[in-house]
């Protein structure tokens, strides 16, 4: 310990206790004393003694660091009154533990207050020390503002860099091999979910938090990396402790020491998840883009600010569309054209010119074929940040297809107008309310009415229907309205004299309100289906006349038969009428029979009658099987006489059909008399013949006749049901092709078929 005298300031005030003889040593200690004062004084660093709680000693340095001079400080000011009153308490507990002995040395640091208040940092090394008897405390001071501004400066750096990373997602690692310890930043313990605590696992840990689909890669390229192979630069997906999945890119750097063995691995990782799903999002906003111009538009373009283009892009599959990059570089007029004319070029321009938005602007472009292709072009003008028109940027319709379906459509309106124009059919158009707006010529000659009429507004539809059909035309105007259809259908109209007139209608609606009706005149035609019924109905009579000469000896066999018994029966009367007295009963007999045999005569003669009667009768409710019981009691003859066993099988409990009479009779005379026929050639086996009535599953009457005749030829099958085919010598080949058109104008069905074992069966439908 250095013992000091006495605690005098300047140069002169220290003196040796043991050097005090020789003159020779008081020059030395002289010079020692002068050259201690002289350091001390011009130290750069701050020296002070304290004693008594005042300074008894501040060198110039000290004193010019709390901006007091040396004498201001010296034996004046307590070591407080230099400190920051926020540290006095530091700074009074460190001098009181030194004067009490407790330690001797002590470094450390406060702020010191300087004269005109100002505060700053310094640091402080002391000891206590004894001296003339007293304990005191000296030591050194140094300005430490510079290198706590410079620590300042660091730890905000240090924060300013945690900052950066924490903002660009960006994070730094670190493994020490010889260690085995691991540092992560505080982005990369964020991006993968992770307390600072968790390191110690950390090496084994990290993968279980890599997506399982990258956890194989992700190792690979780090054990890679280790052993030597490529940087560490991979992109995975990491899968938090709390299930949120983010996206990192690693990259890192190995270093080796000199045999090559890894030290560290050092390397930054950075969390891309946001860029990822904005770039996603960016994707998506383009293809939603991109899906909206390609299904409204043909083309995107841009231009640049003199008009040419830069960019064109087409949809694909787009026929007609120009080489691509043909017209890059050009301006629109500057590809060729056949449309619009230099005016509307000058227009379109002058718009571009003053940077105004364009739409719908139209051009025709020659096709290589020599055909055109219609364009329609849209556009906005682009301004940059700075407010300067850079170009324009738009979308561009093919029209053609339009233009093409214009065409046709104007020149459907034309072939329309030829149409109402050649006054072939009748064409009106009208309101629902009734009133016929507009109508061809021919419409009114079907009508009757002339052009003024129509003007006047005299015309009416539900006045020109008879009220039977007015239900039926509401009902197709309805039936329009919901399926977009109109049943084409027969009507009449009332002519202006009051006659009726046949037509045959279709309309189609213009609007919810309006129609248009296409009116064809049926009248020749219904004059030439009478005729054509007429001449069938005397078709089908002569058939029947035909057909019963083929019956007329059977027939006269049948009519005699009775007449013969009748003679015989009235000899018998007379016969017992000669007796005496006369046999009453016997005559009576006798003449009851004549009775009965006149009336079975009388039968035969009336439905010959009917069945050659011309007349049409009306179709009636009647029992199949009683009709067909008729015709079989009228053949029983011809098949008897023929040799043909006859069997029937009709059906209970059939219901009544609606039909003629008459004609259906035909129908099966027609069938019995065939099967009679060809059964009548056969030289051998049995000749039998069945007719039978059943029912369908569908609920249809079925009449069947069946032979065991010689069955029909493949060749004869083919035209049985045409006219004029006949394989009989004697055969007009009518007879099947009348009964077919009977049974289809009584709604049914006849066929033809094979019989089993042989023969052949013709059968009939008839619906109930
Ligand atoms: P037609 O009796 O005047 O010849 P049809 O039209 O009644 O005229 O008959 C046409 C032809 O059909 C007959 O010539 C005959 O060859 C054939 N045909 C009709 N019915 C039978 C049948 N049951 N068996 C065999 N062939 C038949």
Same mark, same amino acid.
């Given at each position: ?9 300047? /140069? ?5 206790? $043991? ?43 000290? /004193? ?38 407790? #330690? ?38 140094? $300005? ?8 300042? !400066? ?43 605590? $968790? ?16 956890? /194989? ?79 409204? #538009? ?31 570089? !050009? ?26 938005? #364009? ?39 093919? =029209? ?152 007329? /000896? ?82 029983? =003859? ?56 059943? !029912? ?73």
């Amino acid at each position: 310990m250095v013992r000091v005298d006495r605690a005098k300031p300047g /140069a002169d005030t220290f003196k040796r206790e $043991d050097v005090a003889e020789s003159g020779r040593a008081e020059e030395d200690l002289q010079e020692t004393k002068e050259l201690f004062g002289v350091l001390v004084e011009s130290a750069l660093t701050g020296i002070y003694l304290i004693q008594d709680d005042r300074f008894r000693y501040v060198n110039p340095a000290a /004193a010019k660091m709390f901006g007091y001079t040396a004498a201001e400080m010296m034996n004046n000011l307590s070591p407080l009154d230099v400190v920051h009153p926020a540290d006095r308490p530091l700074v009074q507990e460190n001098l009181r533990r030194r004067i009490d002995g407790e #330690f001797v040395e002590a470094h450390y640091q406060f702020r010191g207050l300087r004269k005109d208040g100002s505060s700053f940092s310094v640091l402080v090394q002391s000891r206590s020390i004894q001296l003339a008897g007293k304990i005191g405390v000296m030591g050194t001071l140094v $300005d430490n503002s510079d290198i706590q501004r410079a620590m300042d !400066k660091l730890r905000e750096s240090e924060a300013k860099s945690e900052e950066m990373q924490r903002l660009a997602h960006v994070g730094w690692w670190e493994a020490d091999f010889r260690t085995e310890r691991m540092s992560l930043s505080e982005e990369v313990c964020r991006s993968f979910g992770v307390q600072p605590d $968790d390191l110690p696992a950390w090496r084994g840990r990290w993968l279980e938090l890599v997506h399982p689909e990258d956890r /194989a890669r992700a190792a690979e390229a780090a054990a890679a990396s280790v052993r030597g192979g490529p940087r560490l630069d991979v992109e995975y997906r990491v899968v938090r402790p709390d299930g949120a999945v983010r996206i990192v890119h690693i990259r890192g750097n190995v270093t080796r020491d000199g045999s090559g063995r890894p030290l560290r691995h050092f390397g930054v990782l950075q969390d891309i998840t946001e860029l990822r799903r904005a770039e996603d999002e960016l994707r998506a906003s383009e293809e939603r883009f991109r899906a909206l111009v390609q299904f409204s #538009f043909d083309v995107y373009w841009e231009t640049d600010a003199e008009h040419r283009f830069i960019r064109q892009e087409y949809v694909r599959d787009l026929a007609d569309t120009p080489a691509p990059g043909a017209e890059i570089g !050009k301006t629109r007029w500057e590809v060729p054209y056949l449309e619009p004319d230099e005016e509307a070029w000058r227009r379109h321009r002058e718009t571009l010119d003053a940077h105004l938005p #364009f739409r719908d602007f139209e051009l025709v472009r020659p096709t290589p074929d020599g055909g055109r292709r219609y364009v329609s072009v849209s556009g906005l003008p682009v301004f940059d940040q700075a407010g300067r028109f850079v170009g324009y940027r738009g979308v561009g319709r093919s =029209t053609t297809a339009q233009k093409r379906a214009q065409e046709a459509l104007r020149e459907m309106q034309a072939q329309v107008r030829r149409l109402v124009e050649a006054n072939i059919i009748g064409i009106e158009t009208w309101h629902v309310d009734g009133r016929i707006l507009e109508a061809n010529d021919a419409y009114l000659r079907i009508l009757g009415y002339s052009r003024e009429d129509l003007v006047s507004g005299l015309l009416r539809w539900p006045d020109l229907t008879p009220p039977e059909s007015l239900d039926i035309s509401f009902a197709r105007f309805e039936e329009v309205k919901r399926t977009g259809i109109w049943q084409t259908h027969q009507k009449e109209y009332f002519r202006k004299d009051g006659s009726r007139v046949p037509v045959l209608i279709g309309a189609t609606l213009l609007d919810e309100e309006r129609g248009v009706s296409f009116v064809v005149d049926l009248t020749e035609q219904k004059r030439a289906e009478d005729a054509l019924r007429e001449a069938q109905m005397q078709l089908a009579h002569a058939n029947r006349l035909e057909t019963m000469g083929q019956l007329t /000896a059977s027939i006269a066999h049948e009519v005699n038969q009775p007449i013969a018994a009748t003679m015989t029966n009235a000899q018998t009367a007379l016969r017992w009428l000669s007796f005496d007295p006369p046999n009453m009963d016997g005559a009576r007999e006798a003449l009851d029979n004549i009775v009965r045999d006149a009336a079975r005569a009388g039968d035969v003669v009336h439905r010959i009658r009917n069945l050659t009667r011309r007349a049409r009768t009306p179709h009636d409710r009647l029992e199949i099987n009683a009709a067909v019981q008729e015709v079989i009691e009228l053949t029983h =003859t011809e098949a008897m006489r023929n040799g043909v066993s006859v069997r029937t099988e009709l059906a209970e409990g059939l219901p009544p059909v609606r039909g003629d009479r008459v004609e259906l009779q035909q129908v099966v005379l027609n069938l019995i008399l065939n099967a009679v026929e060809a059964m009548s050639g056969m030289s051998e086996g049995p000749r039998e013949l069945r007719i039978a009535t059943s !029912k369908t599953d569908a609920g249809d009457i079925l009449v069947a006749v069946s032979d065991s005749g010689p069955g029909l030829a493949p060749a004869v099958q083919e035209n049985l049901f045409k006219a004029f085919h006949t394989t009989k010598p004697n055969g007009l080949g009518l007879g099947l092709s009348i009964c077919r058109s009977i049974v289809e104008s009584h709604g049914g069905r006849l066929w033809a078929s094979a019989n089993a074992p042989r023969g052949a069966v013709f059968q009939f439908t008839l619906p109930v």
